[in-house]
């Protein structure tokens, strides 16, 4: 017995078990047990990721348990380091949980239903399993198990707002959309390929012609993508990240959307074995896109988790350039380089879970204290809530990919894959030469704006003055949540100073996938991060060590210099006015607003102004009103025609049913006719 | 590398932070000087910022009620950055005692680690001032981030490697680089990038107080005392660092590839002469120039932006 079979039986065993006891035991020890069992299944899927790194291949075979053949389950380092990524998320969500769906007194919290608290172990249970599945069938049923479960939980407070029912809609449709898409392709993948398991899959993917495998890649990406969150398919996570509890959120944004980035590699690069360039190039423009627009739609949102949910989109967008330069150059022939982009892009991934695990965190603790998601009226936190502002301030760091934080380890090392492009020696083609600078300069704006954004939610959120009484009276969270916090803060801090320790296990998921087999670009790191292949050397620990050596040096002299006297308190300079007034604070829309003007063009932000005068005379003004939506133009742009269409065919479609059996007898008679003449005609 | 060698190697970090330390200040009182004396002023002398940083160590500090440890902690982040892109930045000789540290995005990521501490800090004042401060630096930040990055991208191109060492150890190998399209291109990117980030003019000045237009000063309004010292000083040494990183990038003559005491006196008197030159220049510059309207600032980073892709695609099809 493997490690991988104990933790996957903890993993399907602990959920089944956990939900049906969860279930049946009364409401106010619900919240401990859920906690308890999800943060169970998720030290099962880390003993299974563990397992999986390892190297050791790993096949179940369950025949007939599913309606039409086997479940089939296979572990390899790929399935590895994401069953890793979700179950840590899981550990830290599941202890959150604990304190975050227990019941305020006097109030009963919508997260500690029986459904709620019962489904959250079993979507991460079926989260689990996507990696692990190895056949088309069984990764189907457990994808649709994960998005089914999700749904439930984003649809966890229908009751108390309306926009939770609609983002369960867009979740639903879009997921389903998605489902439909990776199904097709798959299908005809395994139809061509005369069998439904990855190893038949992977040994007919050779004998696909060009054309059916262009069709089979196009439209799982557009099924992952839809559930990675890649634009133009990223519409449902600004909805449904937000309305979901905050636990849930962080489930779903740090973990369920790297599966999509799973399926993406598992079947471009593993079971159809890479591609042509201009598979990497649609995938690196798609990323870069993604990129840009999900930062700048965060660098200007105002409501908390919102943000949160586009700065998803940004990063998954990394992921994405990183995986797409690594096809085109892996296309090109440059396997060292591919290698690196691919190692950047698996680290991203880990790093992104980690930070954005601790932001929705933190994002739900304030909501908890407060009842506020809403920038514009929090503030002065770091006061009532310290150790949940520092912890949120950690991720913060690691969002914006400054050092020392983890974010900016992976993109340092996406930008060096990306600009030694040109001195390998291989000759640049063209659009190499004019795709890779471009995006620098997308991943150089990201950084930017990103720096601009967590800048925002840090400084206006958590610091200065608050600009309610709901902030002024925040209280701090329960131990449980903080500890969840801290154990994600915690891997943050590890990846971020030592990211080396991922480093070996990253060089053997790359050995899955055929293009960059054996390039090990991390094998040589230790505390320096050295890039193999390429002349690229970091240590994020000695910049660390670095800057806090110069910091106490700092502390040191400046004692020596000035003393250190306790500094007077004083008041502000408040504009001349007799005191400061948190009205004249800025907010995060006017944090934000010179970015808003620059990039007007893009983002057309829609004000709306009402000036009410005096009765008496209409020159003396009595109150101003300004509104400022940034309403996402690309789901304006594409997504309104798109519904109009669909729905006027569903209104065309009625007079196809009118009630009449003969004429539902017809319909069979005559598609069984045209099944009969295509099958005559092609066979 | 001995024991001997890693000795010195620290030993040569320590002088870079010394110069740093103590040439800064007296870099900006020259530029002060240089400007003053141009508009027919008589100027204050080039030692009046080393006197205003004496007279402030030793005055009382202030800090404003409901002010958080952000506040507080800023001005020692910042100052200690600017400490450790003094001692890791290939100054004065390109030998380091320890590898990894001197990468040119990480370098350009600590500096910006600096301006975000300033940033919450004027944030964390609650005041509009300190807000309208932050909001305008972090844009500006945003929108010059690009241009670096492309700058270092162009740069890295002719050795192959991002690390400073090697690109001025490039450099020095094989002096008539400097003159290739791309070199120039990423220059005159870099020189935008370093009016930015060093808050010149025509995008921030330096000696304004006038509320429509200040960015920096914006943001350190609440300090005073030592507080205030640690950010002059902080801010000081952030123009010389970038104006040392400016010179040694494009014209690294004279910068040590020993450790060898005598190579190692002339990188010093070089990196003070070529950086006066540099600051002087800039200072002349700067009394020809208005200061850009906030938000035609963006037309110049844009500006900017294309040089240093200009300068990638050169190295691209020029290499």
Redesign the interface.
Known sequence: MTLVDVGLALVAGGALAGALVIALIPRHVRPLISGLVTAGVGVGGVLAGVGGLSGAAWTRVAPGLLPLGEARLSVDALSGVFLLLVGAVAIAAGIYGIGYTADAPHHENPAGSRTTQATVPLFVASMLFVPAAASVTTLLVVWELMALTSLVLVLTEHRLRPSVRDAGLWYGGMTHAGLVAIMTGLVVFAADAGGETFEALRAGAADLSPAMRSTVFVLVLIGFGAKAGLVPLHVWLPRAHPEAPSHVSALMSAAMVALGIYGLIRVGFDLLGGGPRWWGLLVLTIGAVSALFGVLQA?VATDLKRLLAYSTTENVGLMAIGIGAAGVFAADGNRALAGVLMAAALLHALNHAAFKTVLFLGAGSVLRATGLRDLDAL??L??RMPLTTALFGIGALGA????PGNG?VSE?VL??G???S??EGVA?SPVV??SI??A??V???T???G??TF??A???GF???PRSTAAATAIESPMPMRVGMGVAAASCAVLAVAPALVGGSLDRVLNVLPEVRDTAPLADSA????LAG??????PL??TV??V???V???VV?RR??GS?P?????????GGPE?N?R???TAT??????T??FDDVLRPEHDIDVTPYAESAYLIESVTFRQRVPDRLEAAMYPPLLATVESWGRWSRRLANGRVHRYLAYGFIGLLVALIVVAVTS | MSAQETVFAVAAAGIQVAVVVMGAPYLTGLMRQVRARMEGRAGAGVGQPVRDLRKLFHKEATRPEGTSVVFVAAPLVMLASAVFLAAVIPFVTTVAAVGGVSDLFAVVAVLLLGTVALALAGLDTGTAFGGIGASREVTIVALVEPTILLAIFALSVRVGSSDLADIVAGTLASPAHVLSPASLLAAVAFAVVIIAEAGRLPVDNPSTHLELTMVHEAMVLEYSGRDLAMVELAASMRLALLLGLGVNLFAPWGVATTLAPLALLLGIVMLIVKVALVGVALAVLEVFMAKLRLFRVPELLAGSLLFALLAVAASYFLA
């Open positions: 660098s503030g002065g770091v006061r914006a990919a400054l050092p900016f340092w930008l060096q990306l600009i030694h040109v001195s640049a030469a004019v600078p471009v620098v300069g991943v150089a704006l950084a930017g704006l720096v601009a800048v925002k840090f400084g206006v610091l200065a003055q505390v320096t991060l050295r390429i002349q690229g050397s970091m240590s000695l910049i670095g800057l050596l110069s910091a040096l700092v502390a400046v210099l000035a006297a500094r007077r308190v004083v008041g502000v300079w408040a504009n400061r948190s004249q604070e800025l006017s944090f934000a607003e010179p970015l003007r620059v």
